[in-house]
């Protein structure tokens, strides 16, 4: 069963800086990993994805990828105080028809 | 952007009783999901459905579950009969493709069951 765990559980930064989040994942069959983002009272709602070790960058976030380590992390430059919202990791096996496994999240609150 | 709409987003049922939860889903999607969120805990995935069908569930999914879609309509779950354990919020999900992994959610129908 895969297990998927996240740190920090939560985390405070101010207005400006860069954060970066971790996902750690048991299953090295695993193909698929992503990043979700949750506002209160929101749906979850995709930010980014990646298939393969190495990094990729959309505007302030980037994601980067090393399996062999079994870890992934999102990293959020210039922070603002509208991304304060809990940020959920997923990861798939390739054969599992969309069966994402979720980490607890990480609360991020970004201070003006 | 494409939203999924759950209906409702509290109910409030006794023990035993039955209950269907329902999901409109993104109008061109093919694959349907449900999730389970037990309150301070991650969400845990419970089933995907595709063309009629019940593509894979996981251990949560017990027999007491069914989920379904006719004539294209909501996309639902319904628990008969509820247990105390029930209680979570149940999350749907959609999306185009399996290979296209973007699921886009609901925000979340949160069952109490008494």
């Known amino acids: 069963q895969q297990k998927v765990q996240q740190s920090p559980e939560s985390l405070i930064v101010p207005e400006g800086a860069m954060t970066s989040l971790n996902c750690t994942f048991s299953?090295?069959?695993?193909?698929?990993f992503a990043w979700y983002r949750q506002h209160s009272g929101k749906a979850p709602k995709a930010l980014m994805s990646i298939f393969s070790n190495g990094e990729k960058e959309e505007g302030r976030f980037t994601i980067h990828l090393n399996k062999a380590s079994l870890h992934f992390s999102l990293h959020i430059r210039d922070s603002q105080p509208s991304d304060s919202a809990l940020y959920l990791c997923?990861?798939?096996?390739?054969?599992?028809?969309?069966?994402?496994?979720f980490g607890a999240g990480t609360q991020l609150i970004v201070i003006p | 952007g494409p939203k999924v709409l759950q209906i409702p987003s509290h109910q409030i049922i006794d023990m035993g009783q039955m209950v269907t939860l329902n999901c409109d889903p993104v109008?061109?999607?093919?694959?349907f999901y449900w999730y389970k969120q037990i309150l301070g805990q991650q969400m845990e995935f419970l089933v995907n459905?595709?063309?009629?069908?019940?593509?894979?569930k996981s251990k949560l999914f017990k027999d007491q579950f069914s989920v379904e879609r006719p004539d294209g309509s909501y996309f639902t779950l319904k628990i008969q009969p509820t247990a105390l354990e029930d209680s979570a919020v149940y999350f749907c999900a959609s999306s185009s493709t399996v290979s296209n992994e973007r699921l886009f959610f609901g925000h979340g129908t949160k069952l109490s069951v008494l």
């Open positions: 299953d090295s069959a695993s193909q698929y």
């Open positions: 459905f595709y063309n009629g069908k019940v593509m894979e």
């Open positions: 997923a990861v798939r096996r390739g054969s599992a028809l969309g069966r994402l496994h």
């Open positions: 109008s061109n999607h093919l694959y």
